[in-house]
């Protein structure tokens, strides 16, 4: 078989020339010929392997990123236990991309084809050719049958490039064959909202796609009819061969059939456009562009038919007087008469036109944002809210849930501090600070800041940064930071209750962190690797490290004990010292995708993730974050967009990712929106009802700030229900404003947990709430609030205050605590003293039937900056009071009893035993009530100074007998 051998000496030896060294044999045959003669010396068979091994070679070089990339998906999604929608997804877009490739395919080369087998030629002798056809025809007869093949490759190429990019419509095409309903049609065409939200988009992007397919292939047949002398350019002018007419006048024929369709889905897209006052169709569109498009429609049929009826005559002008007709009608139909009725008959008269469709854009606008407040369908309950001025000091007392949960400690202030005082090791990061509410203490249900210690290795110093630092020693965070919102040390610092590495709880607290590393989180952006022969970094200890020991107990990561997915892995990270580092072996899992919002972000793509994911402790003692995701569209007919973005939003989903071993939960909240039931469709093992959650998960979830957000911005202006109000926008609100900061600069207020008595409820919950001015006012109109605790979870509540009734606003009481002399003057002597005065944000906490407001003071020293809160400032009315805590201030302010003093003994006479007695009883209780005065225990406070009334009661009476 030596015949048969590949001659690789072949390759490189020229006649007359030595051959390379290591191609040297000891008998060579052939000493003559070049490179031509000895390949073509060389067998077929041979060079086909040949050329079928590089052929795979460079294919596999060349896909070599991209199967370590799919590899490597598959086993994430494996790991997280979601491959059925890693293959739904994946068999999709192949699906589409074999699709629509052989469609292009089919219509692009078909009549490239056709255009070839059915081109008569036109011999004519080289004198009467012009330039052009003189270089034509050169050019044919050099390119001969390559020409063919070009035109077949060319195809063949785009077929796939056009395959790739309709690929990426997996998702408008998995909605349009399994959508929900919305059970609820539009105004002016009748169709259910779920075919603008889930049918329209893939039927834009398919009548796009045609007519552009059409486009390109009429001009490429028309280049190929032209290259082989069927449209010849002669002295007497244009000439096309009756075959060609016929083939070019059925693809215009088509291209306007595509074009009328579009024109009927323009005319649908009317419903959500801002052509008019508010967002849809309005006067001008339903009398004017509505009929325009109708007209085009006809015209474009019409047109049609023209180049159809067009095979059988001759020339063109029957079928371009039609072209002409469809622009002229776009101009006048489309263009002039729309302006026409937009300026004299709209106009004069807006209000009047414009009255139906400003009543559909209020309906719809609600229903997208839920934000109705009237009708069978209302999600906001209105209620009215007395701002009553009778409050005194009993009330706050019997209200001592809500005074010992009113936030005085900012979640940005508090992140510093614990920067300052729990980080600890300069790997370690605080990123934010999360308002959440636990049951402590023998059931006081008590409003918490919670924030994780996460890793940050960016934060090592530059030359501890090594790749077995980086990827193999540190790997998680380690534990959480815990303290009340209202409590504070004498020097002015939160109260720590869990604290330190390991986790230190408050003794009697109720809560306990068993598991307490963070190896996934929101700072966790690049992979590692556990269970490796490198020591892995547990938490710091004194000087030293205490190491993992004896190795991660979880199930996250991926196990990579064979060389396949080493190999994969290291082209994945473009990493080589993954491969060849000893300290990885078959025990070893990686871990990647560790950021939790793009851990839940690979899975549900089509989900939008709230900007604050918070951190739970749950009754096993361990962590696991939260994160509100949203579905949102912006083909909602009718509504009107927030911020130019979506016009419809649901918080549909909870999603819970465990901080340990990444295991990831979708929950669906919202069972009845048509779009979480869409997905839910598309991939049924996605989504776990929320009655699976956990109860002790379900205790933590909260209404989400940025929703609330957006909902109040809508609610502002949405909240008028009369559409003549609506129009003339007599009642619009503005967010309430605050001096806030170091600069003391007014800004709007910002959305707020507190944990209240909500007017006419039994008991306390956690809301998050807003207060709203009227437009250019500065008293309070209104505010509204969000349950967050089930069974009343996503209610929301607005209060609206007595007609006549003037509530201060918030910008008022900061106006009251600037006109406070003793307040100022405390805080210029604080600015001169080197420090900087920190106003903190401005609170409204409605009590009973009335409101107070509360703002702590914080005093920034230079270094170290350390916010420290030193004065709480309340308002009630138009009365102020600044005092060191908030239950000296609300004592002040509605005077309440200052704390009794002891009686001194009286040198004369001496008390008997009795009377010493009781006064060591007095002083006793006098410090007990002012330790549960300090802890926030109001009603241990009111106990404790009974029985001292009591006690000093029956000395009155022992002093009296003993009186000479």
Not at 85 to 97: A, D, G, P
Not at 107 to 123: K, Q, S
Not at 353 to 381: K, L
Not at 616 to 625: K, N
Request: proline share 6%.
């Amino acid at each position: 078989m030596e015949e048969n051998r590949f001659p690789w000496e072949s390759l490189f030896r020229r006649s007359g020339r030595e051959e390379l060294p290591f191609l040297s044999r000891k008998e060579v045959r052939d000493e003559g010929g070049g490179f031509r003669e000895r390949w073509g010396r060389i067998s077929p068979r041979t060079k086909w392997i040949a050329g079928i091994l590089i052929l795979v070679l460079v294919v596999l070089l060349l896909s070599a990123s991209w199967l370590s990339t799919f590899y490597t998906d598959y086993l994430w999604y494996r790991e997280v236990g979601y491959t059925s929608v890693f293959w739904k997804r994946l068999v999709t877009q192949i699906w589409l991309f074999f699709t629509f490739a052989a469609l292009f395919f089919a219509v692009f080369y078909g009549n490239v084809y056709l255009a070839r087998r059915i081109t008569p030629r036109y011999e004519r002798p080289l004198s009467e050719l012009s330039p052009v056809e003189e270089s034509v025809l050169r050019f044919r007869e050099s390119a001969g049958r390559w020409l063919d093949r070009g035109l077949l490759i060319g195809s063949a190429v785009i077929s796939f490039f056009v395959g790739w990019g309709s690929a990426a419509q997996w998702e408008n095409v998995l909605k349009f064959f399994n959508h929900a309903s919305f059970g609820k049609a539009d105004p002016v065409f009748g169709k259910d909202l779920g075919f603008y939200v889930f049918e329209f988009p893939l039927l834009r992007y398919f009548s796009g796609w045609l007519f552009t397919v059409l486009f390109f292939t009429a001009l490429a047949a028309v280049a190929v009819h032209f290259l082989y002398g069927a449209i010849n350019f002669g002295a007497k002018g244009r000439r096309f061969a009756p075959h060609v007419k016929a083939h070019l006048s059925v693809l215009a024929g088509l291209l306007l059939l595509v074009q009328a369709w579009r024109f009927r889905l323009d005319m649908l897209s009317l419903l959500h456009s801002h052509n008019g006052p508010v967002a849809g169709a309005t006067y001008t569109d339903l009398h004017a562009r509505i009929p325009a498009y109708w007209i085009l429609i006809a015209t474009c049929l019409v047109c049609a038919t023209l180049f159809l009826l067009n095979i059988r005559y001759r020339g063109w002008r029957l079928p371009l007087a039609g072209v002409v007709g469809i622009v002229i009608v776009s101009l006048l139909a489309g263009s002039l008469y729309p302006f026409i009725v937009q300026t004299y008959v709209v106009k004069p008269k807006e209000l009047a036109r414009e009255s139906e469709y400003i009543g559909y854009n209020i309906e719809f606008t609600q229903d997208a944002f839920r934000i109705q407040d009237e009708g069978e369908g209302a999600t906001v309950e209105r209620r009215l809210f007395p701002a009553s001025a009778d409050l005194d000091y009993q009330d706050i007392l019997a209200n001592e849930a809500t005074v010992s949960n009113i936030r005085i400690w900012d979640p940005r202030l508090v992140q510093q501090v614990y920067n300052q005082r729990q980080e600890l090791r300069q790997e370690y990061d605080f990123g934010d600070v999360d308002v959440e509410r636990y049951t402590v203490f023998d059931g006081k249900y008590t409003q918490m800041l919670v924030s994780g210690r996460e890793l940050d290795v960016n934060q090592l110093r530059e030359d501890a940064r090594s790749w077995q630092n980086v990827h193999l020693s540190y790997t998680h965070g380690y534990g959480v930071v815990m303290s009340p919102t209202n409590r504070i040390t004498e020097e002015g610092d939160p109260v720590l209750l869990v604290r330190d590495i390991p986790p230190v709880s408050e003794e009697g607290m109720g809560v306990e962190i068993t598991r307490p590393e963070i190896y996934y989180g929101e700072k966790a952006h690049d992979y590692v690797v556990v269970r490796t022969g490198a020591p892995e970094i547990d938490y710091p200890l004194g000087n030293t490290n205490k190491y993992v020991e004896p190795y991660y107990e979880g199930m996250g990561g991926i196990p990579v004990s064979g060389f396949l997915r080493r190999l994969a892995f290291t082209i994945r990270n473009r990493d080589i010292s993954f491969l060849f580092s000893g300290y990885i072996h078959r025990d070893s899992r990686l871990m990647f995708r560790r950021d939790i919002k793009e851990r839940a972000l690979e899975v549900a793509p089509f989900l939008r993730l709230d900007g604050d994911p918070y951190l739970v402790v749950t009754e096993e003692g361990r962590l696991a974050w939260i994160i509100d995701a949203y579905t949102t569209t912006d083909l909602y007919p009718y509504s009107e967009p927030y911020n130019g973005d979506f016009n419809y939003i649901r918080n549909s989903v909870k999603v819970v990712i465990d901080a340990y071993d990444g295991r990831l939960t979708y929950y669906l909240a919202d069972p009845e929106d048509p779009i979480a039931l869409t997905y839910g469709r598309i991939f049924p093992h996605l989504f776990t009802p929320m009655e699976e959650m956990p109860e002790d998960l379900k205790r933590h979830v909260r209404y989400p700030e940025d929703l609330f957000s957006i909902q109040m911005e809508m609610f502002r202006t949405y909240h008028i229900n009369d559409v003549s109000a609506f129009y003339q926008k007599e009642d619009v609100w503005d967010v309430s404003t605050e001096t806030y900061g170091a600069g003391a600069e007014p800004q709007p207020v910002t959305p707020y947990y507190v944990i209240l008595k909500i007017p006419g409820e039994e008991r306390e919950e956690m809301v998050i709430m807003l207060p709203f001015n009227p437009r250019g006012k500065s008293n309070m109109v209104d505010w509204v609030a969000a349950r967050c605790d089930f069974p009343n979870y996503g209610r929301l509540l607005n209060f609206s205050f007595p007609a006549g009734k003037l509530v201060n606003g918030t910008q008022q009481f900061e106006s009251l605590v600037d006109q406070k002399t003793e307040i100022s003057e405390q805080i210029t002597l604080w600015n001169q003293a080197g420090s900087r005065v920190i106003r903190g944000n401005t609170l409204v906490i409605p009590i009973e039937e009335s409101l107070i407001y509360v703002e702590p003071l914080y005093l920034l020293a230079t270094n170290p900056a350390i916010p420290q809160l030193k004065r709480v400032i309340v308002g009630f009315g138009d009365k102020v009071e600044m005092k060191p805590t908030l239950q000296e201030a609300l004592r002040a302010l509605f005077g309440g009893e200052a704390a009794p003093q002891p009686p001194q003994p009286q040198p004369q006479p001496q008390p008997g035993g009795d009377l010493a007695a009781l006064v060591a009883e007095a002083n006793r209780l006098y410090d007990e009530a002012q330790a549960a005065l300090r802890s926030g225990d109001w009603a241990g406070y009111g106990e404790k100074m009974e029985q001292l009334n009591k006690v000093l009661d029956r000395m009155a009476e022992l002093a009296g007998t003993a009186a000479p």
